[in-house]
């Protein structure tokens, strides 16, 4: 029956659609088949080695490059520096090199700066306007209306352009360091003599207190203590470093340590000096490295019978627990106790990082903080700080002949630069902007911007802009169409460090020196030429004069001749190829007790009485910088000793009620790299977020001005406003809020109107001490968009 | 055979994300770009998971890197309708591209949501084209993706020890995230090689699995914050 | 001999009321057929987009994998437990009030069946490799159950809808009713013989206690897709048996909204009277009970032992997110439709339909607050993520539901919406044109 076919059929079908979803009941797939062999990929394959410039560190780097592409950035395993680990910026090195908005041309702007109007020129027709328009300052006598402002991180470049303004007769070579490292340096420098930010012997520490300081959130050494910490931790055999972090707001790191000390804003000195007194108190302070190291510790009488107030009793007249425990919010108790595990801990460190460092006290409270190490010993010793060795190149001081030169080169500097014992004492460089503006002390004709992004990277960013208007020829070097380049007359693309030659010196950590050579692991992809060779073209290009000051052929030969100085005992010829081969130089391991090398202050030992401040104290004083004790102002003794001075903040008030903290990340550091989509897609800790820039609020705070999460805000302070989204955050303080640095990228937002940086809210506030940028003391307003 | 599993120190990470980044470049992860992010289609393969805890004072955030655990039992496979992906031999849940239908059945089952998946094509733009690395197949829309264990890596060194003519040692294989990691947080090995690094940091009093309870009898192994033990 | 001959009946006519709809359209029919095809042209373009486009023009994310199609998916293969419940049970038990709804609920199920597991294929984030399911398919995945009973369901119930239609099928060839071939074919020679009658009611026979297991085993595996991973409140082991019984609770709820609009437009009071209604909402009632009885029992459970990741899902649905769907979905599969149905006075035919119309809301509400808060809680939390379906997703969705409804329309359109066979069975004197001479039991 036609019926009973269809059953048949209807139960056949059914059956057979089962079997066709044959297998076995399990895991069946193509592991049915071996494991396939690896067959290689067709194609040239090979490995580079060089050095990371994505932050000053100076890590080395194992290049993978395949069909003459970069694929990877590796650690380099031999590098004493990063032993074969490497840092997320220096993972995501491809991403710059390949960036898709790179300029691959020269570009000169014959429009307005209103209206730009880009024309194509090749790189020998740029460097010929440029050199018309230095002709041009010579011409009229005024050298030094030249400024060269650079923030490259490579040692070549840094050489090459101070002697290139030395010989072309401008003082005005300045050399933009990342947030923070000039105040770290002066620190060093005014207790030690060398300018150099504090090195620490991370492996062997026992007690370790972060004074605002976190792992890798900064562009100021973040390998070291990275690498460090995992050793601190579980890296040693039954030891495990106790770990302090003192912060102003509890983060994703105060949550890995032993103990999290919450402290006012700007007040880290402050806590210092009061562990300080607790030490000297209790006389645990190491007696043995104070007499044999250190001056100032005791009130003393100098030769001629002046009596200098010593630290022990300054400290303890000052800097009671008590009183400490009333500006820095810290409970008594703890003082007492951290002081009293510091001591004891052994080899125990305290370092400042990016928190004191942001303010405009910072060079006060860094030495503060650095104190304590001396009080304990913990210099010059296994497990405390060192001082980094640089290696010994030879670098030919330039020495101009032309009378000339020599007149523009002792002009004041464009940044009111004063040194005393070759320490930058005083200097407006967060200043620097509105002297541009108002020409002071004098116009400025000529400004050469290197890898440098004021408008959107630096302080000031308003009167950033205004100066770059202002000034008649910018020339930016840069790969990128970035906020200032728009505002230059011309744009060199300058190529990244994956392109050129370069020499490193590793800035911190391993003690000993070490140098890297940078080398080109591919050709550049478009023919960009870098910064030294283009300096070097230009310098011919000026004339035999300037050009007999740089004889060499290319930046190899320069950087070859440079070699030659790091061993004397080692042929040039050798000595090259083991750096060519190797990657770098080193002149491990670190020999401890050379005095003279650690202490270049007064009396080759560590001064708690800064004798350095003392000299230079006319240049402080007529640079702003104020006496806390006298009325008049005027600096007296008490005031070289190490003194917390209250932390100024931009316009406050009830206008401007909330105290913005700036902070890096890992992930984002200073925020130069914003550009890297690879970066911006990461999810910072704790917020779950990426790619726009948030406002981190707190949870209570919010609800009283009707926040919710991801809501448009503008923030405003006196210098500026920017738009952020909001994020609601339990540990922010109810009197702070928060903004990342390198959250979200200029012209890159979907808003338009979030496309500044936080640098806009930055006014010029100056560091009295050493002129470096302050970003921790703006306070803010916050209202819905 | 090994049977490859993972070590990671929680108390030398540093929560630094260079184990992220490095998985990223390493395996040619798109980017998503703000949007897609926003709405939580970003891809990790390697990402730091972080669990908060309490107000203010006490706020605890402590993170761990979280890969694929590459379970013993695994869920996922288990769920899978077309065996696109399955465990091998050593231990490795595989994921085959070219077989998955996108159904997300996987990511669903995984207690671990360390599985992700592509919303759209990924897409690169024809100069960034050029990072990309050879070694790592490019994934096309509508599949599902995760940690491999760096497969090629192991693949490359096992090729490299039979050019060589020797076994496999400890520390043939390391992946991208182990590689590039600052403080040497993260240990990769065979888990059935009695001397192997990870073998023995497996044994460590500080040792723990996450959602251990559940059966799935994940091979990364975390070492919690503490006392130095051995 | 006598069996092979054929029976000898007046032949009715095209203008009986149970013939007429098939026969002669009015200009309703076009315009509801155009807005249908209209609203299914607009899901092909949606659809369309997101084929080319890829699933990311759902709302879907990490962590929430799975929405607003799986909810499809599941709602709407629990409608298709309709038909079974009607044509299947109520012949098995004798209830002799079922015959003129059977073929409306059998209906149901069909075409639901059809909608229902196409919502999968439209969250497939590679559809063109759909076949792999076929040439790899792995039996350990609960996916490939549903395959597997899906399939056999649908085969089924279309041969079940099929049978009892053979000698509708007849009647309207033997009616003239155009096309002719097209009846004349599916009639597959049905004389209405004492042979073919006997043939006739022993596969149906057997059909309708065959199709029952099958019909169980769906709504059970379809359950086993969530229970069968160990995520908080999936991992159930009740979820078999709640599925099922929520799928004939919306199953019977789509067919009393059916046949309301079916007695309205077809003007077939005659057939479709108080009582089906009556009867029907009092299934609907007992299904509410068990319904809730089930709800109450996995929510008390969970809440009871109190475990962190489960509670995390719980209080998500009890208080937090998803709170307005789930306490919505309490008053739309209870609170609304049990006084209604309860008190004899309400469960008129328009208290039935607003109930049942009711009861569809709260459970595709309910398959949504199954699925999506597990997943946006999962147990490494992720935070903040939320879930908002799409364009495409919504557009979809009343592809579906335009979709279903044409495919009813048209297969009414097409054949006779009450089974005359089965009134015939019954002993009714169906008549052979629009005189009124007997009315459904």
Redesign the interface.
């Known amino acids: 029956?036609?019926?009973?076919r269809?059953?048949f059929l209807?139960v056949g079908?059914?059956t057979a659609?089962?079997l066709?979803?044959?297998?076995?009941?399990?895991?069946?797939?193509?592991?049915e088949v071996q494991?396939?062999?690896?067959?290689?990929?067709p194609?040239e394959e090979k490995e580079v080695y060089s050095v990371c410039q994505m932050c000053p560190n100076g890590c080395g780097i194992k290049v993978r490059v395949?069909e003459g592409?970069?694929?990877?950035?590796?650690?380099h395993p031999g590098h004493p520096l990063?032993k074969?680990?490497?840092?997320?910026?220096?993972?995501?090195a491809?991403?710059l090199?390949?960036?898709?908005d790179?300029l691959t041309y020269p570009l000169v702007n014959k429009g307005s700066k209103k209206q730009a109007n880009w024309q194509k020129l090749t790189y020998e027709e740029a460097l010929d306007v440029l050199a018309g328009k230095l002709h041009d300052l010579t011409g009229n006598r005024s050298n030094h209306h030249l400024v060269a402002a650079s923030g490259s991180f490579s040692d070549l470049d840094d050489f090459i352009l101070e002697r290139f303004c030395n010989s072309f007769g401008t003082p005005n070579y300045l050399k933009f360091e990342s947030l923070g490292r000039r105040a770290m340096s002066m620190a060093m420098g005014l207790t030690h003599g060398s300018y150099s930010p504090p090195s620490v012997d991370w492996d062997k520490c026992d007690y370790l207190m972060l004074f605002g300081a976190?792992?890798?959130a900064t562009d100021n050494s973040p390998?070291p203590m990275?690498?460090?910490?995992?050793?601190m931790?579980?890296?040693?055999?039954?030891?495990?470093t106790k770990i302090v972090h003192i912060g102003t707001r509890?983060?994703?790191?105060?949550?890995?340590v032993d103990e999290w000390v919450k402290v006012n804003p700007g007040t880290y000195g402050a806590l210092a000096l009061g562990i300080a007194h607790v030490i000297i108190s209790e006389e645990r302070f190491d007696t043995e490295f104070i007499d044999r190291f250190s001056l100032g510790f005791r009130d003393m009488t100098e030769i001629d019978g002046t009596t200098k107030p010593g630290f022990k009793e300054h400290v303890l007249r000052n800097y009671s627990p008590e009183a400490v425990s009333s500006i820095t919010g810290v409970p008594n108790e703890t003082i007492i106790r951290l002081a009293e595990e510091f001591a004891d801990g052994k080899p125990a460190v305290a370092y400042g990082g990016d928190g004191p460092a942001s303010y405009s006290n910072a060079v006060t409270e860094l030495v503060a903080i650095h104190c304590l190490n001396a009080l304990v010993g913990s210099i010059d010793v296994p497990g405390g700080i060192i001082i980094q060795q640089s290696p010994s190149l030879k670098k030919e001081k330039s020495s101009p002949t032309d009378a000339l030169f020599a007149y523009n080169l002792k002009q004041p500097r464009v940044d009111g630069l004063r040194q005393s014992s070759d320490l930058p004492v005083f200097s407006t460089m967060s200043g620097l902007p509105s002297r541009l503006v108002e020409a002071v002390p004098y116009p400025i004709d000529v400004l050469m911007l290197v890898d440098l992004d004021p408008v959107a990277n630096l302080p000031g960013s308003a009167n950033w802009q205004k100066a770059l208007e202002k000034i008649p020829f910018v020339v930016s070097f840069s790969n990128h169409l970035d906020e200032s380049s728009k505002l230059a007359d011309m744009i060199i693309p300058n190529g990244t460090f994956l392109e050129r030659w370069d020499g490193k010196s590793v800035d911190s950590s391993t003690g000993f020196p070490v140098w890297g050579l940078g080398r080109p692991v591919i050709e550049s992809?478009e023919g960009q030429i870098d910064t030294s060779s283009l300096v070097l073209k230009l310098a011919n290009k000026m004339g035999d004069k300037m050009g007999s000051f740089f004889p060499w052929g290319s930046t190899k030969d320069l950087l070859r001749e440079m070699s030659s100085g790091l061993q004397a005992s080692a042929g040039e010829d050798e000595l090259w190829n083991e750096l060519d081969s190797q990657g770098f130089w080193s002149a491990g391991p670190y020999s401890f007790g050379q005095q003279k090398e650690v202490y270049k202050a007064r009396g080759s030992r560590f001064n708690f009485y800064m004798y350095l401040m003392e000299a230079a104290s006319a240049d402080l004083y007529e640079g702003g910088f104020r006496s806390q004790g006298s009325t008049s102002g005027r600096l007296t003794q008490s005031d070289f000793l190490p003194n917390h001075i209250s932390p100024e903040f931009s316009e406050a008030g009830v206008d401007y009620p909330f105290h913005l903290e700036l902070f890096g990340t890992?992930?984002s550091g200073h925020g130069r790299w914003s550009l890297l989509?690879?970066?911006?897609?990461?999810?910072e800790?704790?917020l779950?977020?990426?790619?726009?820039r948030l406002l981190l609020i707190n949870d209570y705070t919010a609800e009283q001005y009707d926040f919710a999460?991801?809501m448009p805000v503008w923030v405003e302070s006196s210098s500026g406003k920017i738009l952020a989204y909001v994020k609601k955050s339990?540990?922010m303080d109810r009197s702070c809020v928060g903004m990342i640095f390198g959250q979200g990228r200029p012209n890159h937002?979907?808003d338009p109107r979030a496309n500044q940086t936080p640098f806009s809210l930055l006014g010029e506030q100056i560091s009295p001490i050493g002129g470096g940028y302050c970003w921790g003391g703006t306070k803010v307003k916050v209202y819905k968009a | 055979m090994a049977r490859w599993g993972m070590v990671i120190?929680l108390?030398?990470?540093?929560?630094?994300?260079?184990c992220?980044?490095?998985c990223?470049?390493?395996n040619n992860i798109p980017?998503?770009?703000?949007?897609q992010?926003?709405m939580g289609r970003?891809i990790?393969w390697m990402?730091?998971i972080?669990e908060?805890e309490a107000?203010?004072e006490d706020?605890?955030?402590?993170?761990l890197p979280r890969p694929c655990m590459h379970c013993d039992n695994p869920l996922c496979?288990k769920v899978c309708p077309v065996?696109?992906?399955?465990?091998?031999?050593?231990g490795l849940v595989?994921q085959?591209y070219a077989?998955c239908i996108g159904c997300r059945y996987c990511t669903t089952a995984c207690p671990y949501t360390a599985r992700y998946f592509n919303w759209y094509k990924p897409e690169w733009?024809?100069?960034?084209k050029?990072?990309?690395?050879?070694?790592v197949s490019l994934r096309p829309k509508g599949v599902v993706e995760k940690c491999s264990f760096c497969v090629?890596r192991i693949?490359?060194a096992?090729?490299k020890a039979?050019d060589e003519n020797r076994e496999l040692v400890d520390g043939d294989v390391v992946p991208?995230c182990g590689?590039?990691?600052?403080?040497?947080?993260i240990f990769f090995g065979d888990l059935d090689d009695p001397n192997s690094e990870v073998s023995k940091l497996a044994k460590s009093r500080r040792a723990f699995r996450l959602e251990d309870h559940l059966g799935t009898g994940p091979k990364v192994i975390y070492?919690r914050?503490g006392?130095?033990s051995? | 001999m006598s069996d092979s001959i054929a029976a000898v009946t007046t032949p009715m006519r095209q203008d009986h009321p149970l013939i007429k709809p098939v026969a002669v359209s009015g200009r309703g029919f076009y315009i509801a057929t155009l807005a249908l095809l209209i609203v299914m042209s607009w899901a092909f373009f949606a659809w369309f987009t997101q084929f080319m486009n890829g699933l990311g023009e759902t709302g879907l994310n990490r962590p929430v994998y799975w929405g607003i199609y799986i909810t499809n998916f599941v709602f709407f293969v629990g409608i298709s437990h309709a038909g079974t419940l009607i044509s299947a049970i109520l012949r098995v038990t004798g209830a002799e009030w079922r015959r003129p709804i059977t073929r409306a609920a059998e209906a149901i199920t069909v075409f639901a069946l059809m909608v229902g597991p196409i919502n999968v294929f439209f969250d497939l984030g590679s559809p063109h490799r759909v076949l792999n399911?076929?040439?790899?398919?792995?039996?350990?995945s609960p996916l490939?159950w549903d395959?597997?009973c899906i399939?056999?369901y649908l085969?089924?119930s279309l041969?079940y809808l099929y049978?009892p239609l053979i000698p509708d099928i007849a009647e309207l060839r033997n009616a003239g009713v155009k096309p002719l071939w097209f009846y004349r074919l599916l009639a597959?020679?049905w004389q209405e013989t004492e042979k073919q009658k006997r043939?006739?009611k022993k596969?149906i026979g057997f059909m309708a206690i065959a199709i029952i297991p099958v019909a169980v085993s769906v709504h059970t595996v379809v359950s086993w897709v969530f229970a069968m991973t160990i995520q908080p409140m999936w991992h159930s082991t009740i979820f078999g048996p709640y599925f099922v019984v929520g799928a004939i609770f919306s199953g019977i709820a789509a067919i009393i909204i059916a046949m309301a609009i079916l007695r309205k437009v077809y003007k077939l009071d005659r057939y479709l009277k108080p009582l089906h209604f009556k009867n029907l909402g009092i299934l609907l009632m007992v299904m509410a009970c068990l319904w809730l009885y089930f709800t109450f029992a996995e929510y008390l459970t969970t809440f009871y032992g109190g475990e962190p990741s489960h509670m995390a899902v719980f209080y998500a649905k009890i208080a937090g997110e998803f709170a307005p769907m789930f306490w919505a979905m309490v008053a739309f599969c209870f609170i609304i439709p049990f006084p209604i149905l309860a008190i004899p006075k309400f469960r008129t035919i328009t208290g039935t339909v607003i109930a049942s119309i009711s009861v569809n809301i709260g459970m595709w509400l309910e398959r949504y607050t199954i699925v999506v808060p597990s997943l946006s809680n999962p147990r490494l939390p992720?935070?903040?993520i939320n879930y908002t379906p799409s364009w495409v997703e919504w557009s979809i969705t009343a592809g579906c539901f335009a979709g279903l409804t044409l495919f009813y329309v048209l297969f009414s359109k097409i054949f006779p919406i009450i089974s005359i066979w089965e009134l015939k069975e019954g002993g009714i004197d169906v008549g052979s044109g629009p005189e009124i001479t007997g009315a459904a039991s």
């Open positions: 029956m036609k019926i009973q269809r059953v209807k079908l059914a659609g089962a066709a979803a044959r297998s076995a009941w399990g895991n069946v797939g193509p592991d494991e396939p062999q690896w067959e290689g990929v194609g395949y592409r970069v694929i990877k950035v590796e650690g990063n074969g680990a490497l840092c997320p910026r220096g993972q995501a491809p991403r090199l390949y960036h898709p790179r976190e792992p890798g390998m990275m690498n460090g910490f995992g050793k931790r579980q890296g040693r055999a039954g030891r495990r509890y983060t994703p790191f105060s949550s890995k992809p890992t992930v989509d690879g970066l911006q897609e990461i999810l800790l704790g779950n977020r990426s790619w726009r999460n991801d339990k540990v937002n979907a | 120190d108390d030398r990470c540093t929560g630094c994300q260079a992220v980044v490095a990223r470049q390493e980017e998503v770009g703000p949007e992010a926003a970003g990790y990402q730091l972080e908060k107000a203010h706020a605890h955030i402590a993170y496979v065996g696109a992906t399955y465990k091998n031999s050593e595989g085959v077989r733009k024809p100069e960034e050029k990072y990309l690395s050879p070694d090629h693949r490359k096992r090729r039979k991208a590689e590039t990691c600052p403080s040497k947080a070492l914050e006392e130095w051995e | 399911i076929v040439f790899h398919g792995q039996l350990n490939i395959v597997i399939s056999i085969m089924s041969l049978l597959i020679g043939l006739l596969m992720i935070s903040e």
